[in-house]
């Protein structure tokens, strides 16, 4: 249901009218506040009595040429105007301007007092009231035309181009950054992007007029998309009609959307089933395997190197779905050409390179992943993301084992991910630290440490106290180097070690102790980023 | 070059002279007694201002500025007795001449009186034929028995003959030596009320010529070889002669020339101007240079005359003004006027040592004087008093103000005269106050910079030529009288015209008035 | 009988001054008029209807003309005589008393200066108690009462006697016949018996028109209590005080019409138009009529009372508003037809829905 609750009426204002031309040559005499007031109708009399009929918005035209030089007659019919909730009075053809008692009566009633001249008195009505009833008019052929030619589009891209036509106006997709997602780029104000369609003053990031209206994917679940046709300044006149057409439009994109992400997902499940054999070295055969995996056009010929992205944050699949083919771009962009699974909490992926890389090349392709995810997780704030490089080796059984490595690689970079930006590790830096894979691996650890760090965590509802922790132990106790990367005080550093040391019962100058709560903070890390990809 | 004009204005207590050179820069200023006479004053004020000046030789015009006939005739001193003759009859037999005159008057000026055939209709046509025999047995009648005849008729603005052919009657019948007052000359449409102003013309001559004779021999005297003119009512000027003929033209000069002056002394030509006396306040409005004249008839010594005098709206407010039930226990309520101490305020004012608290107390102690009186007498005054008094006053000059002013747009305000300290610096609808600086010579520097004017008052018929035909006319010819009466003819500009039409004229009659005014020639 | 003192006749021309609702001619004139009459022949003498006899003829005489050309043309005074003198030999009857027709401006007092001539007394009762620019707007046109025979009069011995069929035409003759005869005339119309006046006439109407000039003078001298004595006397109501803000005059067929619109003092807002056609016919406020003819509309100056007149006007006067109501004679059938605003070229009803207020 669109729900227009900020769409205005669908009629022209005083203003509008005067400034279409339809009454010929006007001047605004008096009643100047009135002029942002709605025309609904128009209507003519050459009567000038209290009696006149004046309807709720109509304007008055009044057939001014037997009026007597400052009548008082025009003043009766102003009054006959405001009382009947008019919009205006226009005096056509009148001998003599209108007095100063009539033009103080139109400004003390705030009601438009407009002379004109006109050769045909009734032509000119009839033209103000074609105008007037051009937006119903209007908006009745844009419908036709949208539902016509929506009966022969079906991609989000079309409906797109096709909403985007009958406007007149480009018309986007954007998610909830403000960020398109299908159509023309035009950066969007992401404030305006709510549960309801509206007209918004400055939808457009660089404060232009826009109509906005959600697309709803899934009834129930909040809106992730949005139509957005950015106007321009001189657009009132169709955008009333225009929501209601991008209301349309929306049920065709969110059919659209549920159709593709079904089919997306299934293709993905698919994949994914193949990968898990891959990985797996299951029943099938090794060529069975292959000869699948030439049906999705992969390949593990040669030398393979793996890779495996861990995401992290306000993620689900559903959106790793969505920004699969987005991702595989940037890797394409970044120079890794390859199979690209989606996983629910992130992607595996691989390249083939006909002869054994270089050792020296290893960071290379850890820096291209970087670049990548970098890219792909610069606009929403709320994700981030960590992956690991397994090392190249020959064929099937080769990227079995990269991609093993990959996620070794990956689980070893996100137990030290940074705030901000991607982790890449490649396993070969790992060495040692492959040794904590084991302890990370296990669960009974993952409990010990959780049971150890509760009464900190009771304490430290934001974290701070175990982030502070966590940097002071990794600045090898330094306070100093710890309150400069936190952007605190040395002073506060220490007071919040203090405190942690006390809370938890430990002693940081002993090694040992020292030794396990680093690894209990480690261990604590992978499990909140494990719990946040849970779903 | 004579290119320096002398201004004199005679005063009740001061004769002022003052010399302005070219683009109104005052030269030189002096002040003298006025004397009785009032020759003594104006030859004591030009000596002293002409010594001063380094060139007397290019003095170039003097004009005089006096409310001398004004007093005569409020004082009724020095009037001439009059005979009173209309010609109009067999009209307007229904009121005599002098009818509605106050009792004294009358009995000092009016001499025979007589109404006979003659004048005209509307549209010019006679109403008789002039009745010469009956003109000629009225000028037998006032020979040896008045100084002056006054002849009106009716219509003559209009249509002249009947005057002129009168005057020349009457001429041959009492000798050149009887001085005749036309109406035509003096006053516009209005019957009773223009041959009212005729009336008292006539007896204002010798007066008048006494002291434009001796305004004439005192430049002489001087040495000055100057054209002189006197101003009229509405600013404008006559030249001597003129004004030997026509005395009553002067009599509301004095406001007149004070606005102008004040106004031009602070290089205003559209200001509203307020002269704040001991016992009431005028305010008038000057519009282009000239006071706004009003519409109602002006009462001169009490009669009723058609003059275009400045428009003037007065109040009992003054210095001397006195503040009554001043507030014990502070609730602020009291009575202000509208009686005066007058000039009395020097010794009576609690500020001087008396024990009347008037508008001049109030003043001092409210910080709006300073430089009279001694303000901590006035310590005593509850301070609600002052505040109640002084919001009647700013109240009272927002409302005189606010009844001058002919539009919405704000205009500055000339406070004058002796009590100007009581007008606030704020008032609602003035854009500024001002207290012009040689405020002491104003109406002799209003006096000097008097341009010639020309006026016609005439009824048209709008269907015979087009109104913009006859309108085109009546600005002709009062230029014309403009220049006749000394204007430059270059310089002179319309600067009214005032149609009036006339109900049950089917012609579309309209009564049309003009006035064009310039600088006078060199 | 009661005798007119030179106290009563100031008050009566203030008084018709302020009943002349803005037009009507000057009352300056007439009292000059009254004055001279007195002077010269004595005393008038009022009368009311009940002292006359039934059969009595009662004339009227009036200044018809232009105001402007009054101001030159001063009545002689006989030709008001005159012509109610050839209207008499029309009718074959002497008057025994003379009459105002209306009671509001100068042709209050000018009959009174030829009853005083005449020697006849004038009657306490008129058929307008204010001032209309027509003859036949007359409480005697609503009774069937004839304006004609009547007869117009210069000071030079013109005259002419005319019948009509209606009151209206003999209006149109009467305006004809004073274009010719100079625009400032005497008019006789209405000749009327005692028992017609006192069936079709307003009565006690100079009497009421003395009260009201005694009472507006007492406002002007700042008597306490004036005001509220004068509109308790007139079933007043004070409409609105403002200031005039335009005043626009023109002139067609004959009638100095005009609109002067005043801003009200208090709230700036508020505007008042007033629709001028020789007299102040209708207060407009807010596009709606306030006050209509037949009612009186009188412009005061806001300071001093003085009554307003329409040539008088000019732009920043501050005035009240003041609405009087007409005479109750003029409330039966016709009345809306003949003075109603439509009578006018109004387009509008009459309105009293001020009545009542203050």
Same mark, same amino acid.
């Given at each position: 249901?669109?729900?227009?609750?900020?769409?205005?009426?669908?009629?022209?204002?005083?203003?509008?009218?005067?400034?279409?031309?339809?009454?010929?040559?006007?001047?605004?005499?008096?009643?100047?506040?009135?002029?942002?007031?709605?025309?609904?109708?128009?209507?003519?009399?050459?009567?000038?009595?209290?009696?006149?009929?004046?309807?709720?918005?109509?304007?008055?035209?009044?057939?001014?040429?037997?009026?007597?030089?400052?009548?008082?007659?025009?003043?009766?019919?102003?009054?006959?105007?405001?009382?009947?909730?008019?919009?205006?009075?226009?005096?056509?053809?009148?001998?003599?301007?209108?007095?100063? +008692?009539?033009?103080?009566?139109?400004?003390?009633?705030?009601?438009?007092?407009?002379?004109?001249?006109?050769?045909?008195?009734?032509?000119?009505?009839?033209?103000?009231?074609?105008?007037?009833?051009?937006?119903?008019?209007?908006?009745?052929?844009?419908?036709?035309?949208?539902?016509?030619?929506?009966?022969?589009?079906?991609?989000?891209?079309?409906?797109?181009?096709?909403?985007?036509?009958?406007?007149?106006?480009?018309?986007?997709?954007?998610?909830?950054?403000?960020?398109?997602?299908?159509?023309?780029?035009? +950066?969007?104000?992401?404030?305006?992007?709510?549960?309801?369609?509206?007209?918004?003053?400055?939808?457009?990031?660089?404060?232009?007029?826009?109509?906005?209206?959600?697309?709803?994917?899934?009834?129930?679940?909040?809106?992730?998309?949005?139509?957005?046709?950015?106007?321009?300044?001189?657009?009132?006149?169709?955008?009333?009609?225009?929501?209601?057409?991008?209301?349309?439009?929306?049920?065709?994109?969110?059919?659209?959307?549920?159709?593709?992400?079904?089919?997306?997902?299934?293709? +993905?499940?698919?994949?994914?089933?193949?990968?898990?054999?891959?990985?797996?070295?299951?029943?099938?055969?090794?060529?069975?395997?292959?000869?699948?995996?030439?049906?999705?056009?992969?390949?593990?010929?040669?030398?393979?190197?793996?890779?495996?992205?861990?995401?992290?944050?306000?993620?689900?699949?559903?959106?790793?779905?969505?920004?699969?083919?987005?991702?595989?771009?940037?890797?394409?962009?970044?120079?890794?050409?390859?199979?690209?699974?989606?996983?629910?909490?992130?992607?595996?992926?691989?390249?083939?390179?006909?002869?054994?890389?270089?050792?020296?090349?290893?960071?290379?392709?850890?820096?291209?992943?970087?670049?990548?995810?970098?890219?792909?997780?610069?606009?929403?704030?709320?994700?981030?993301?960590?992956?690991?490089?397994?090392?190249?080796?020959?064929?099937?059984?080769?990227?079995?084992?990269?991609?093993?490595?990959?996620?070794?690689?990956? +689980?070893?970079?996100?137990?030290?991910?940074?705030?901000?930006?991607?982790?890449?590790?490649?396993?070969?830096?790992?060495?040692?630290?492959?040794?904590?894979?084991?302890?990370?691996?296990?669960?009974?650890?993952?409990?010990?440490?959780?049971?150890?760090?509760?009464?900190?965590?009771?304490?430290?509802?934001?974290?701070?106290?175990?982030?502070?922790?966590?940097?002071?132990?990794?600045?090898?106790?330094?306070?100093?180097?710890?309150?400069?990367?936190?952007?605190?005080?040395?002073?506060?550093?220490?007071?919040?070690?203090?405190?942690?040391?006390?809370?938890?019962?430990?002693?940081?100058?002993?090694?040992?102790?020292?030794?396990?709560?680093?690894?209990?903070?480690?261990?604590?890390?992978?499990?909140?980023?494990?719990?946040?990809?849970?779903? | 070059?004579?290119?320096?004009?002398?201004?004199?204005?005679?005063?009740?207590?001061?004769?002022?002279?003052?010399?302005?050179?070219?683009?109104?820069?005052?030269?030189?200023?002096?002040?003298?007694?006025?004397?009785?006479?009032?020759?003594?004053?104006?030859?004591?004020?030009?000596?002293?201002?002409?010594?001063?000046?380094?060139?007397?030789?290019?003095?170039?015009?003097?004009?005089?500025?006096?409310?001398?006939?004004?007093?005569?005739?409020?004082?009724?001193?020095?009037?001439?007795?009059?005979?009173?003759?209309?010609?109009?009859?067999?009209?307007?037999?229904?009121?005599?001449?002098?009818?509605?005159?106050?009792?004294?008057?009358?009995?000092?000026?009016?001499?025979?009186?007589?109404?006979?055939?003659?004048?005209?209709?509307?549209?010019?046509?006679?109403?008789?034929?002039?009745?010469?025999?009956?003109?000629?047995?009225?000028?037998?009648?006032?020979?040896?028995?008045?100084?002056?005849?006054?002849?009106?008729?009716?219509?003559?603005?209009?249509?002249?003959?009947?005057?002129?052919?009168?005057?020349?009657?009457?001429?041959?019948?009492?000798?050149?030596?009887?001085?005749?007052?036309?109406?035509?000359?003096?006053?516009?449409?209005?019957?009773?009320?223009?041959?009212?102003?005729?009336?008292?013309?006539?007896?204002?001559?010798?007066?008048?010529?006494?002291?434009?004779?001796?305004?004439?021999?005192?430049?002489?005297?001087?040495?000055?070889?100057?054209?002189?003119?006197?101003?009229?009512?509405?600013?404008?000027?006559?030249?001597?002669?003129?004004?030997?003929?026509?005395?009553?033209?002067?009599?509301?000069?004095?406001?007149?020339?004070?606005?102008?002056?004040?106004?031009?002394?602070?290089?205003?030509?559209?200001?509203?101007?307020?002269?704040?006396?001991?016992?009431?306040?005028?305010?008038?409005?000057?519009?282009?240079?000239?006071?706004?004249?009003?519409?109602?008839?002006? =009462?001169?010594?009490?009669?009723?005359?058609?003059?275009?005098?400045?428009?003037?709206?007065?109040?009992?407010?003054?210095?001397?003004?006195?503040?009554?039930?001043?507030?014990?226990?502070?609730?602020?309520?009291?009575?202000?006027?509208?009686?005066?101490?007058?000039?009395?305020?020097?010794?009576?004012?609690?500020?001087?040592?008396?024990?009347?608290?008037?508008?001049?107390?109030?003043?001092?102690?409210?910080?709006?004087?300073?430089?009279?009186?001694?303000?901590?007498?006035?310590?005593?005054?509850?301070?609600?008093?002052?505040?109640?008094?002084?919001?009647?006053?700013?109240?009272?000059?927002?409302?005189?103000?606010?009844?001058?002013?002919?539009?919405?747009?704000?205009?500055?305000?000339?406070?004058?005269?002796?009590?100007?300290?009581?007008?606030?610096?704020?008032?609602?609808?003035?854009?500024?106050?001002?207290?012009?600086?040689?405020?002491?010579?104003?109406?002799?520097?209003?006096?000097?910079?008097?341009?010639?004017?020309?006026?016609?008052?005439?009824?048209?018929?709008?269907?015979?030529?087009?109104?913009?035909?006859?309108?085109?006319?009546?600005?002709?010819?009062?230029?014309?009288?403009?220049?006749?009466?000394?204007?430059?003819?270059?310089?002179?500009?319309?600067?009214?015209?005032? =149609?009036?039409?006339?109900?049950?004229?089917?012609?579309?009659?309209?009564?049309?008035?003009?006035?064009?005014?310039?600088?006078?020639? =060199? | 009988?009661?005798?007119?003192?030179?106290?009563?006749?100031? &008050?009566?021309?203030?008084?018709?001054?302020?009943?002349?609702?803005?037009?009507?001619?000057?009352?300056?004139?007439?009292?000059? @008029?009254?004055?001279?009459?007195?002077?010269?022949?004595?005393?008038?003498?009022?009368?009311?209807?009940?002292?006359?006899?039934?059969?009595?003829?009662?004339?009227?005489?009036?200044?018809?003309?232009?105001?402007?050309?009054?101001?030159?043309?001063?009545?002689?005074?006989?030709?008001?005589?005159?012509?109610?003198?050839?209207?008499?030999?029309?009718?074959?009857?002497?008057?025994?008393? @003379?009459?105002?027709?209306?009671?509001?401006?100068?042709?209050?007092?000018?009959?009174?200066?030829?009853?005083?001539?005449?020697?006849?007394?004038?009657?306490?009762?008129?058929?307008?108690?204010?001032?209309?620019?027509?003859?036949?707007?007359?409480?005697?046109?609503?009774?069937?009462?004839?304006?004609?025979?009547?007869?117009?009069?210069?000071?030079?011995?013109?005259?002419?006697?005319?019948?009509?069929?209606?009151?209206?035409?003999?209006?149109?003759?009467?305006?004809?016949?004073?274009?010719?005869?100079?625009?400032?005339?005497?008019?006789?119309?209405?000749?009327?018996?005692?028992?017609?006046?006192?069936?079709?006439?307003?009565?006690?109407?100079?009497?009421?028109?003395?009260?009201?000039?005694?009472?507006?003078?007492?406002?002007?001298?700042?008597?306490?209590?004036?005001?509220?004595?004068?509109?308790?006397?007139?079933?007043?109501?004070?409409?609105?005080?403002?200031?005039?803000?335009?005043? &626009?005059?023109?002139?067609?067929?004959?009638?100095?019409?005009?609109?002067?619109? @005043?801003?009200?003092?208090?709230?700036?807002?508020?505007?008042?138009?007033?629709?001028?056609?020789?007299?102040?016919?209708?207060?407009?406020? &807010?596009?709606?009529?306030?006050?209509?003819?037949?009612?009186? @509309?009188?412009?005061?100056?806001?300071?001093?009372?003085?009554?307003?007149?329409?040539?008088?006007?000019?732009?920043?006067?501050?005035?009240?508003?003041?609405?009087?109501?007409?005479?109750?004679?003029?409330?039966?059938?016709?009345?809306?037809?003949?003075?109603?605003?439509?009578?006018?070229?109004?387009?509008? &009803?009459?309105?009293?829905?001020?009545?009542?207020?203050?």
């Amino acid at each position: 249901m669109i729900e227009a609750v900020s769409a205005p009426s669908k009629t022209l204002t005083m203003k509008q009218l005067l400034a279409s031309g339809v009454l010929g040559e006007t001047k605004v005499v008096a009643g100047g506040q009135g002029v942002n007031r709605a025309v609904s109708d128009v209507s003519v009399t050459d009567r000038c009595d209290e009696t006149i009929p004046v309807s709720a918005d109509q304007l008055v035209v009044l057939d001014g040429s037997a009026l007597r030089p400052n009548s008082y007659a025009l003043d009766i019919v102003l009054r006959a105007v405001r009382d009947g909730g008019g919009a205006g009075l226009v005096v056509v053809n009148a001998p003599s301007p209108a007095g100063l +008692a009539t033009r103080r009566l139109a400004e003390r009633f705030e009601t438009v007092l407009v002379e004109s001249h006109a050769p045909d008195l009734l032509a000119m009505a009839a033209a103000a009231r074609e105008l007037l009833l051009q937006p119903a008019l209007h908006q009745a052929a844009m419908m036709k035309e949208l539902l016509r030619g929506m009966a022969r589009v079906s991609t989000v891209d079309d409906t797109l181009a096709l909403v985007g036509r009958v406007l007149g106006r480009p018309c986007s997709l954007v998610e909830a950054s403000g960020a398109a997602v299908a159509g023309p780029e035009h +950066a969007v104000n992401p404030d305006v992007l709510g549960e309801h369609s509206v007209i918004h003053p400055q939808a457009g990031a660089g404060g232009e007029p826009g109509m906005v209206c959600p697309v709803i994917v899934v009834p129930g679940e909040p809106a992730r998309f949005w139509l957005v046709c950015i106007l321009s300044d001189g657009d009132e006149a169709v955008s009333g009609s225009g929501l209601d057409l991008l209301g349309v439009a929306s049920w065709a994109v969110g059919a659209h959307l549920v159709r593709d992400r079904l089919a997306g997902e299934r293709d +993905a499940r698919h994949r994914l089933a193949l990968l898990n054999e891959v990985v797996g070295g299951g029943e099938l055969p090794d060529e069975t395997i292959l000869a699948q995996m030439a049906t999705f056009g992969w390949s593990a010929a040669g030398w393979v190197s793996a890779f495996h992205v861990q995401l992290s944050g306000h993620v689900d699949a559903a959106w790793v779905l969505v920004n699969t083919d987005a991702f595989s771009d940037l890797l394409h962009s970044a120079g890794l050409e390859g199979p690209l699974i989606e996983r629910t909490d992130g992607w595996s992926g691989w390249v083939c390179l006909p002869e054994e890389p270089d050792v020296t090349s290893y960071p290379k392709m850890a820096r291209q992943l970087r670049v990548a995810l970098d890219e792909l997780i610069a606009s929403p704030e709320t994700i981030a993301a960590h992956a690991g490089v397994g090392r190249p080796a020959q064929g099937l059984p080769g990227l079995r084992s990269s991609l093993a490595e990959s996620r070794q690689a990956a +689980a070893l970079a996100g137990a030290g991910a940074a705030a901000r930006g991607a982790v890449v590790r490649h396993i070969d830096e790992l060495g040692i630290q492959r040794i904590m894979l084991g302890w990370y691996g296990s669960a009974d650890f993952s409990r010990v440490a959780s049971a150890f760090l509760q009464p900190l965590r009771a304490i430290d509802a934001d974290g701070t106290l175990l982030r502070t922790l966590e940097v002071y132990l990794d600045c090898q106790s330094s306070a100093t180097n710890a309150a400069a990367l936190l952007g605190v005080h040395r002073n506060t550093v220490m007071n919040r070690i203090d405190r942690v040391a006390s809370t938890l019962e430990v002693n940081l100058f002993d090694p040992e102790q020292r030794l396990a709560l680093q690894l209990v903070v480690r261990m604590h890390k992978l499990d909140s980023n494990d719990h946040s990809r849970a779903l | 070059m004579k290119n320096l004009r002398i201004g004199v204005d005679v005063g009740g207590t001061n004769t002022d002279a003052v010399v302005v050179g070219p683009g109104g820069t005052v030269i030189a200023e002096a002040k003298a007694a006025t004397t009785p006479d009032p020759i003594g004053g104006i030859k004591a004020a030009v000596d002293t201002v002409m010594d001063q000046v380094d060139t007397p030789e290019a003095l170039g015009k003097a004009m005089l500025g006096t409310t001398h006939p004004a007093n005569a005739i409020i004082r009724r001193r020095d009037l001439d007795k009059v005979g009173v003759l209309r010609l109009a009859a067999p009209s307007s037999l229904g009121v005599r001449p002098s009818a509605a005159w106050p009792e004294d008057l009358r009995r000092i000026v009016i001499g025979p009186s007589k109404i006979v055939e003659g004048g005209f209709e509307y549209d010019g046509s006679p109403i008789a034929p002039l009745d010469e025999d009956a003109v000629r047995r009225f000028g037998g009648q006032c020979a040896g028995s008045v100084a002056a005849i006054a002849v009106s008729c009716a219509f003559s603005p209009a249509a002249t003959e009947h005057e002129l052919r009168a005057a020349e009657l009457l001429a041959e019948e009492c000798g050149t030596g009887m001085a005749v007052s036309l109406s035509h000359t003096v006053g516009s449409l209005g019957l009773l009320e223009r041959e009212n102003a005729t009336i008292l013309n006539a007896s204002l001559l010798t007066v008048a010529k006494r002291v434009v004779d001796g305004f004439r021999n005192t430049m002489a005297e001087a040495g000055l070889d100057v054209d002189s003119y006197l101003t009229q009512n509405d600013g404008t000027l006559m030249t001597v002669d003129e004004a030997d003929r026509y005395p009553v033209l002067t009599v509301g000069s004095g406001p007149t020339n004070s606005m102008r002056g004040a106004c031009a002394l602070a290089g205003l030509a559209d200001a509203l101007v307020i002269d704040v006396g001991g016992t009431s306040t005028d305010v008038g409005i000057l519009v282009d240079g000239f006071p706004r004249v009003s519409t109602a008839a002006v =009462e001169v010594g009490g009669v009723r005359t058609n003059f275009r005098m400045p428009d003037l709206i007065s109040m009992g407010l003054g210095g001397g003004t006195v503040v009554h039930n001043p507030a014990r226990g502070g609730n602020g309520e009291i009575k202000v006027g509208p009686d005066s101490v007058g000039y009395d305020v020097i010794t009576d004012a609690i500020c001087m040592g008396g024990d009347t608290l008037t508008l001049s107390d109030i003043s001092l102690a409210a910080g709006r004087m300073e430089g009279f009186g001694e303000r901590s007498l006035t310590e005593g005054v509850e301070p609600a008093t002052i505040a109640a008094a002084i919001d009647w006053v700013d109240g009272r000059i927002a409302v005189l103000c606010e009844r001058m002013k002919a539009s919405s747009t704000p205009l500055p305000l000339m406070a004058v005269g002796g009590g100007a300290h009581l007008v606030p610096e704020q008032i609602a609808g003035v854009s500024e106050v001002l207290w012009p600086p040689h405020h002491s010579v104003a109406n002799a520097f209003g006096a000097a910079i008097a341009e010639a004017a020309g006026s016609v008052d005439k009824v048209y018929s709008y269907d015979a030529s087009s109104r913009e035909a006859c309108l085109e006319s009546a600005r002709e010819e009062a230029k014309d009288a403009a220049v006749r009466a000394g204007a430059e003819e270059a310089g002179v500009r319309i600067t009214s015209v005032a =149609e009036i039409p006339m109900t049950y004229v089917p012609g579309g009659g309209c009564r049309v008035m003009v006035k064009a005014v310039g600088p006078p020639a =060199e | 009988m009661r005798e007119l003192t030179i106290d009563d006749i100031d &008050d009566l021309a203030m008084g018709a001054t302020l009943l002349g609702t803005g037009g009507g001619g000057d009352p300056y004139v007439g009292k000059l @008029l009254v004055k001279q009459a007195i002077e010269d022949y004595g005393p008038a003498q009022v009368v009311t209807v009940d002292e006359l006899p039934v059969e009595g003829l009662i004339m009227t005489t009036a200044i018809i003309g232009a105001p402007t050309v009054i101001l030159e043309k001063i009545p002689a005074g006989t030709e008001f005589r005159s012509g109610i003198g050839a209207l008499a030999a029309y009718l074959g009857s002497d008057p025994v008393a @003379l009459m105002p027709i209306e009671v509001g401006g100068v042709n209050t007092l000018v009959p009174i200066a030829t009853a005083v001539e005449m020697g006849v007394p004038i009657v306490d009762a008129d058929g307008m108690r204010r001032a209309f620019p027509q003859i036949e707007m007359t409480v005697f046109t609503l009774h069937g009462l004839k304006a004609a025979p009547m007869s117009i009069a210069d000071e030079k011995g013109n005259m002419c006697v005319f019948e009509a069929n209606t009151n209206q035409i003999a209006e149109s003759l009467a305006r004809a016949a004073v274009v010719q005869l100079g625009l400032a005339n005497a008019i006789s119309c209405y000749p009327m018996t005692v028992a017609d006046v006192r069936r079709g006439g307003i009565h006690g109407s100079m009497t009421y028109c003395t009260e009201v000039g005694r009472r507006l003078s007492q406002v002007q001298r700042g008597a306490p209590g004036a005001w509220d004595e004068l509109l308790a006397y007139t079933e007043a109501a004070l409409v609105f005080s403002g200031k005039v803000i335009d005043i &626009d005059r023109r002139t067609t067929e004959g009638f100095a019409r005009g609109t002067v619109v @005043l801003e009200h003092l208090d709230d700036s807002t508020r505007t008042l138009r007033v629709e001028i056609q020789n007299e102040n016919l209708i207060a407009f406020e &807010d596009g709606e009529a306030v006050v209509t003819v037949p009612d009186l @509309l009188c412009l005061l100056d806001h300071e001093s009372a003085d009554p307003i007149t329409t040539e008088g006007l000019a732009f920043g006067q501050r005035l009240d508003v003041l609405a009087m109501p007409c005479a109750p004679e003029w409330h039966r059938d016709g009345m809306f037809d003949l003075v109603g605003p439509r009578a006018f070229g109004y387009d509008i &009803d009459y309105v009293d829905g001020w009545k009542g207020r203050r």
